[in-house]
């Protein structure tokens, strides 16, 4: 049985009537200076594998869509996962309200080449494992090169959000977004998501 809306005499009235499903949330200083050293270190220990989406006609990875590498972080060390789930739950009180209760994936660096290094506007919720997601995560852990900015497409016209090491910026898997080509120097980021039950 579908639940009637309850409404008042100015509008629909939720349990948090600021709850927005199209909006992101960050922290500009979300971590230090020291603690994204310890983060690169622990990081470039892993393997790195091309990011590419798709293949051609020969069979090499398409580098149209992206052009980037990712290094797995398997067993990495919680103090930081624990710190983006306190984020992130500031986040989703303030904005979405969303039942999120698992983490399937591994966290993922990133490093965007100086030579057109990108992702085209994608979500990062679909198919396979990607169906589960449900809040993005990603941390800047660098600010010196050109390009590579961070774009959410959440309305009209997409918003560009502020280049500094250690923000962190939150926002829902299904929101449009993507990195613009890297002309200058290396784009490294931290990304990690989310997920729960289906939306209902």
Same mark, same amino acid.
């Given at each position: 049985m579908i639940k009637k809306e309850v409404y008042i005499k100015d509008g629909w009235n939720p349990k948090n009537p600021n709850l927005n499903m199209a909006d992101y949330y960050f922290f500009e200083d979300g971590f230090s200076e020291e603690e994204i050293k310890k983060i690169k270190k622990l990081a470039l220990k $892993?393997?790195?594998?091309?990011? !590419?989406?798709? @293949?051609?006609? +020969?069979?090499? +990875?398409? %580098? =149209?869509?992206?052009?980037?590498?990712?290094? #797995?972080? $398997?067993?990495?060390?919680? #103090? *930081?996962?624990?710190?983006?789930?306190?984020? *992130? %739950?500031?986040? /989703?009180?303030?904005? #979405?309200?969303? /039942?999120?209760?698992?983490?399937?994936?591994?966290? @993922?660096? +990133?490093?965007?080449?100086? %030579? !057109?290094?990108?992702?085209? #506007?994608?979500?990062?919720?679909?198919?396979?494992? @990607?169906? @589960?997601?449900? *809040?993005?995560?990603?941390?800047?852990? /660098?600010?010196?090169?050109? !390009?590579?900015?961070?774009?959410?497409? /959440?309305?009209?016209?997409?918003?560009?959000? &502020? =280049? &500094?090491k250690g923000t962190v910026v939150i926002f829902p898997s299904y929101m449009l977004h993507r990195v613009t080509p890297v002309t200058k120097g290396v784009r490294n980021s931290l990304v990690l998501w989310l997920g729960g039950d289906h939306y209902r």
């Amino acid at each position: 049985m579908i639940k009637k809306e309850v409404y008042i005499k100015d509008g629909w009235n939720p349990k948090n009537p600021n709850l927005n499903m199209a909006d992101y949330y960050f922290f500009e200083d979300g971590f230090s200076e020291e603690e994204i050293k310890k983060i690169k270190k622990l990081a470039l220990k $892993y393997p790195a594998e091309n990011a !590419g989406v798709g @293949q051609d006609d +020969t069979g090499h +990875t398409d %580098d =149209k869509v992206r052009k980037s590498t990712v290094r #797995w972080l $398997y067993d990495f060390p919680s #103090w *930081v996962t624990d710190k983006l789930l306190t984020m *992130v %739950d500031e986040a /989703n009180d303030h904005l #979405w309200d969303f /039942n999120l209760h698992s983490c399937q994936e591994s966290m @993922q660096y +990133t490093e965007y080449p100086p %030579d !057109g290094g990108h992702y085209d #506007w994608h979500m990062d919720c679909g198919h396979g494992i @990607q169906h @589960q997601r449900k *809040v993005s995560i990603t941390v800047q852990l /660098n600010d010196d090169y050109k !390009g590579g900015e961070l774009q959410i497409h /959440n309305g009209s016209n997409p918003s560009t959000l &502020k =280049k &500094k090491k250690g923000t962190v910026v939150i926002f829902p898997s299904y929101m449009l977004h993507r990195v613009t080509p890297v002309t200058k120097g290396v784009r490294n980021s931290l990304v990690l998501w989310l997920g729960g039950d289906h939306y209902r």
